[in-house]
């Protein structure tokens, strides 16, 4: 079974400072990953994936996010926290190689960042 | 459509009623997913459609629940004798394949009284 963990319900960070929202994971094989955005009222917006290849992925927003296989975490980061970033941050899972109900992807219980101007 | 549309935004109805929620997915994705989610809580799955395929109804909380996707583009999700608990944001999502990231709509805010 594919699972994922964000283990801070809240992150609060000075604007202007670096900001880092964590994530772990378990798969049986190896994973695709995402993270996902939710301003109030909105549905969720896509940053950024990771399927293979470099471990630091870029995305939207200036956004990055590092794939570490040996502490299994994928842990999304911003070098300089805008006001404007702060949300509800999901990260999610889905292992390629099962089948069956784990072709949708899990997604953690989300953490709330807010960015303190 | 240019994104994921679905209706009504918001939905009030009375514990007992039966609710139909509406998603028009983007023209051509042939994964079309619904989750729920509840106030303080994270997503949760309920159904997934993969083209013809028979659809993956794994996390349907009850048989209250259903759904179709009609000629593989829009889907309808049926909740039948309402109750407060199923009181949520409905969220759709459609993939342009099944490994690839979702695109959301903005959901559907039902209450149930």
């Known amino acids: 079974a594919q699972s994922v963990a964000q283990p801070e319900d809240q992150v609060n960070v000075a604007e202007g400072n670096p900001l880092t929202v964590k994530c772990t994971y378990s798969?049986?094989?190896?994973?695709?990953l995402f993270w996902y955005v939710q301003y109030p009222n909105r549905g969720l917006q896509f940053l950024l994936k990771?399927?293979?290849?470099?471990?630091l992925v870029k995305g939207s927003y200036g956004f990055e996010a590092e794939f570490n296989k040996s502490q299994t975490s994928f842990h999304l980061k911003k070098p300089s926290a805008l006001v404007s970033d702060s949300a509800l941050y999901f990260c999610a899972v889905r292992d390629p190689i099962s089948s069956g109900s784990a072709r949708q992807l899990t997604f953690g219980s989300g953490t709330q960042l807010t960015v303190l101007p | 459509g240019a994104g994921v549309s679905q209706s009504p935004s918001n939905k009030v109805t009375e514990k007992g009623k039966d609710v139909e929620l509406r998603c028009d997915p983007i023209?051509?994705?042939?994964?079309l997913y619904w989750y729920r989610q509840s106030l303080g809580q994270g997503l949760e799955f309920l159904i997934y459609?993969?083209?013809?395929?028979?659809?993956?109804k794994s996390g349907l909380p009850s048989d209250r629940f259903s759904a179709e996707r009609t000629g593989g583009s829009v889907s309808t999700l049926t909740i039948q004798r309402t109750q407060q608990e199923d009181s949520a944001v409905y969220l759709c999502?459609?993939?342009?394949?099944?490994?690839?990231?979702?695109?959301f709509g903005s959901g559907t805010r039902l209450t149930v009284v």
């Open positions: 999502a459609s993939s342009l394949y099944t490994g690839d990231g979702y695109t």
């Open positions: 798969v049986s094989g190896n994973p695709y």
């Open positions: 459609f993969q083209g013809n395929s028979a659809p993956d």
């Open positions: 023209s051509g994705h042939t994964a």
């Open positions: 990771y399927i293979t290849g470099d471990n």
